[in-house]
């Protein structure tokens, strides 16, 4: 197979499947407000990566994934843990408390690391431009088996979020809610980075939230809508030879920002 | 500690004015619940920054590049404005998330092709307080005592909308031009704080010491007293751990503010366990 079509290929396949968990999982994200959690299991994945490099771990191993996986596990706990009682203090900002921190931890480690400041920006923008095929099919394999996972108790999940149902042990649902985030982010961190992960979660399902309150269809045309934004960012990266990762947020937001126009000018009738 | 003094006046004083202004601030971002506001204007204000140098070459400090910094978050305060009136299927704080990543895509975007890309990268993440000048100090000073007069000033229509966005709506207040005028002070603070103190610090400053200070009172006073002596002592513990272990300031103090927390939050279960346990004692 020619190198081309093997790399828009492997691309390709990849996208589309990250793209249907995170969309989903976004939606739920965007209507609870918990907008920062992505990025504090984000921040904690490319956390255990620095950490797995001070101790002369390889990024990229399955040893590195393996760090990321329990700093990303933890932050799962303390984010369905810590919830705010007091009215004055929003859930929002106890998490954006714990990215801050994430992050500071993250800054510290690195100053200790000779080349530190490569590995922060490293963790930032990835390598998508590595994806291989034994890791394509570790994802597709991880992503399907969460995504029946949360098919299968779809009505606990879409509970917490639509609070019309009483759940029982709502902070074990949390749990799992913000370890399959954690999942998928490590899983995604390393080659897609923080913010294009970021992206892929949150920018999809803000565009679909403007428009429709149903889950499948937000998550069918979320899914349509990120996949082309996200085809054209890569054919424009990889024909102009333009930064990959950020070339594919650029294009998420253009068409984020046209829909919000969209919304401005013709705002829906309640 | 002469050498100690010497070495970190300036950087300490421009932190003692960030914590005022940032400590007021972020008592409003709470009642907004627009958390995200810090992060997403300062990485818009790197990108304006970032484009000054591009198109000027113009170096970061300069009063072009803080204008260019400036102009996109004056953008970005409009387009927040508009959102929050207008677009009400998604929380505002979702706009600010995405708009956060596109401003960082877009600084990684314009640092790519540019040698030295991940210094800058880090730089703007941890900043360089430790190099702040007698000029910094001046600019800080004069700057945040100006929005801060202007949020004196202003406090009415401010305080109504964050208490209450519907009901000042109701009442008639023209909330998309406060929003804009609230947005676009919130800019040049973030614009100047950032360059100097870099963007965890910033948020830190914003967001703990207002959150601290939500768990003692409800009184806007208060909460700024409690917030403030936070913020200082946040603030030197993190300048001696970062001078004794050799760590970038601005991290160490966030890290100080996040224990800060911490502490905040265990004292103020003990105190109700005390209450408890005096009220069912007596």
Known sequence: MPEVIRFFTIQIIFLAVVLILHTYLGLHVIRRTIIFSDLVLDQLAAFGALVGIGIGIRYGTPSSYLVSLVAVLFGAFLLAVFKPRNKLIPREAIIGIMYAVALALSLLVADKLSGGETYVTKTLSGCMLWVTWPLVIVTIIAYVALLLFHYKFRHKFIGLTEKNVEIKNEKFWDFLFFTTQGIITVLVVPIAGVLLAYAFLMIPAAIVAMFTRKWASAVAIGWGIGFMACLAGLFASYFFDLPYGPSLVLSLGGVFVCAVIIRIVLPQKD | ?282
């Not at chain 2, 751990?241 to 970038?248: C, E, K, Q, Y």
């Open chain 2, 1 to 282: 500690m002469t050498h100690l003094i010497q070495t970190f006046s300036q950087p300490f004083l421009v932190c003692l004015t960030m914590v005022i202004i940032l400590g007021y601030m972020g008592i409003h971002v709470l009642q907004r619940e627009v958390i995200f506001i810090d992060i997403a204007l300062a990485q818009i204000a790197v990108v304006g920054a970032i484009v000054a140098h591009v198109t000027f070459g113009v170096h970061g400090d300069s009063m072009l590049s803080y204008a260019c910094a400036f102009g996109v978050t004056l953008i970005a305060s409009i387009f927040y404005s508009l959102v929050r009136k207008k677009v009400n299927q998604i929380p505002l704080e979702a706009v600010i998330g995405v708009s956060y990543a596109i401003a960082a895509a877009a600084a990684l975007f314009l640092v790519g092709v540019a040698p030295g890309g991940h210094i800058h990268v880090q730089q703007m993440l941890a900043g360089s307080i430790l190099w702040a000048t007698w000029r910094d100090v001046l600019l800080c000073v004069v700057v945040f005592s100006v929005v801060g007069c202007c949020f004196y000033i202003f406090r009415g229509p401010f305080k109504e909308i964050s208490d209450n966005y519907e009901n000042a709506l109701k009442k008639g207040i023209k909330v998309v031009w406060w929003d804009l005028f609230f947005y676009a002070l919130f800019g040049i603070v973030i614009t100047l704080a950032v360059r100097i103190g870099g963007v965890v610090v910033i948020f830190a400053l914003l967001i703990i010491p207002a959150t601290v200070s939500a768990l003692f009172s409800s009184s806007f006073g208060k909460r700024l007293v409690i917030g403030g002596a936070v913020g200082i002592v946040a603030t030197i513990a993190g300048f001696l751990f970062a001078n004794r272990f050799d760590f970038s300031i601005g991290s160490a103090i966030s890290l100080f503010l996040g224990g800060s927390l911490v502490i905040a939050v265990f004292f103020r279960i003990c105190l109700k366990l005390i209450t408890a346990r005096r009220d069912y004692g007596g």
